[in-house]
């Protein structure tokens, strides 16, 4: 029984490896490589899409800071929607020079995924879906550097359908819980997407600060991706398509992260949750795409949606399985292997995020708008602050979820050190 164990831990081990080892192949093609600096040849025509919901707190700065681009304003089309708002944030939209407030009000249809279908309804049934070359969206507490719509233009002209952008945190340093999304999205901006530009494979979108060519929205009417994490069930469907993604490093956008653990703890129910949905919805045409046209992309997004939850999951009802016929038989050696071998898992999993959180902290430093120390304590808090999904993902398994609006209140905006 014991040998059993120890096997069974040791091949989810090896599993681990095989399907997340090229993730530290990633990291070492951003220390060796540069990314490439693009030039438009054209300014195109974009509209700019905010879904928002009770957002009075935050979208009028976000206006600001589009209204305050470095790129014609001519160009620029920003569209609200006011989402069941029981406020102001439509009105404020419109004091802020909004050019377009949009208001939605559907009780059975909640989630950013229908109100930006909403959206696109009306622009095509007003100006026509092609009246923009593409479409940015974002979340109404997002911040944009002065640059960003310059920037991400460039890469777009250069013949990608879809881009996403660097994306960096207004409250890094609130707490523990606010600089560990922080960490994972800096992570995520710089050795996961801008890994897989430098290797020519498909990037990924990540919830906001992304652009789509108006002829991916034309070929689909509008929208239509509303599970639970509506931007991963774009991507995989995309990816899926054989669509490839592109990466601006130097679009870099400024996004609020939840202090508050109960907060928090919805947010990334709801998105393990739409996890799941997005694997039973399209698992098999994901894996089957890893033999096909999508190759690599096909197998990269599937190791970000299925394996590591999955592996964890089968981790702890393997171990606490051992721990409870030990315990409850008399076979004290068997609980203590099974705790002893949950340690060395958890040992392991600490230190490879501890790893990832290192080498983004080092290179990220002076982006970083927090303390000095502030910066230290947080890269050891960030392998604690991932492990607490471990008990969300058990939890959304089980348990309904819908989709909740995360109250945003975080106004100051960040004294901005240039790359």
């Known amino acids: 029984m014991i040998q059993w164990l120890k096997y069974m831990n040791l091949t989810i081990f ?7 080892a090229y993730q530290f192949g990633y990291v070492f093609v951003r220390l060796i490589k540069k990314m490439p600096k693009f030039q438009a040849d054209k300014l195109h025509k974009y509209a700019v899409l905010i879904a928002a919901r009770n957002e009075s707190a935050v979208i009028g700065a976000l206006i600001d800071s589009i209204k305050a681009q470095n790129y014609p304003s001519e ?10 708002c029981d406020d102001d944030t439509a009105e404020i939209a419109r004091q802020h020079g909004a050019d377009m407030v949009i208001e939605r009000h559907n009780l059975q249809k909640i989630g950013k995924g229908y109100a930006l279908n909403y959206a696109f309804d009306h622009i095509k049934n007003t100006c026509g879906i092609r009246h923009y070359e593409g479409y940015m969206v974002f979340d109404a507490d997002n911040l944009l550097d002065e640059n960003y719509i310059r920037e991400i233009n460039n890469v777009f002209d250069k013949g990608y359908r879809v ?56 070929k689909d009417g509008g929208w239509k991706y509303n599970l639970l994490t509506e931007d991963i069930e774009f991507t995989i469907a995309k990816v899926i398509e054989g669509e490839v993604f592109g990466y601006c490093e130097s679009a870099i956008l400024y996004d609020e992260q939840p202090i508050n653990f109960k907060t928090s703890w919805k947010q990334r129910m709801r998105w393990t949750k739409g996890f799941y949905q997005v694997m039973a919805n399209y698992g098999v ?14 197998y990269d997004m599937f190791a970000n949606i299925a394996p590591a939850t999955l592996l964890t999951i089968l981790t702890v009802v393997i171990n606490f399985s051992a721990f409870l016929y030990g315990s409850l038989f008399g076979y004290k050696v068997i609980a203590i292997t099974s705790i002893l071998e949950v340690w060395a898992a958890a040992r392991n999993i600490y230190f490879t995020l501890f790893f990832f959180g290192l080498i983004t902290t080092i290179t990220e430093w002076k982006y970083i708008y927090c303390s000095n120390l502030k910066k230290i304590v947080y890269l050891f808090t960030f392998p604690i602050f991932m492990f607490t999904y471990m008990p969300i993902a058990i939890a959304a398994l089980f348990k309904k979820v819908t989709w909740e609006p995360i109250r945003h209140t975080f106004v100051e905006r960040v004294t901005v050190t240039n790359r």
């Open 285 to 298: 045409n994901l894996f089957k795409g890893i033999f096909h046209k999508g190759g690599f992309n096909c």
């Open 75 to 84: 160009l620029v089309d920003i569209i609200i929607v006011a989402d069941n």
């Open 14 to 20: 090896v599993l681990f490896f095989i399907f997340y």
């Open 163 to 218: 881009v996403t952008s660097y994306r960096n945190s207004k409250n890094y340093g609130s707490n523990w819980i606010s600089a560990g999304y922080s960490l994972w999205y800096l992570r995520e901006s710089k050795y996961l997407n801008g890994s897989r530009m430098l290797c020519n494979s498909s990037c990924a979108i990540s919830g906001t600060g992304f652009l789509v060519s108006s002829e991916i929205f034309e």
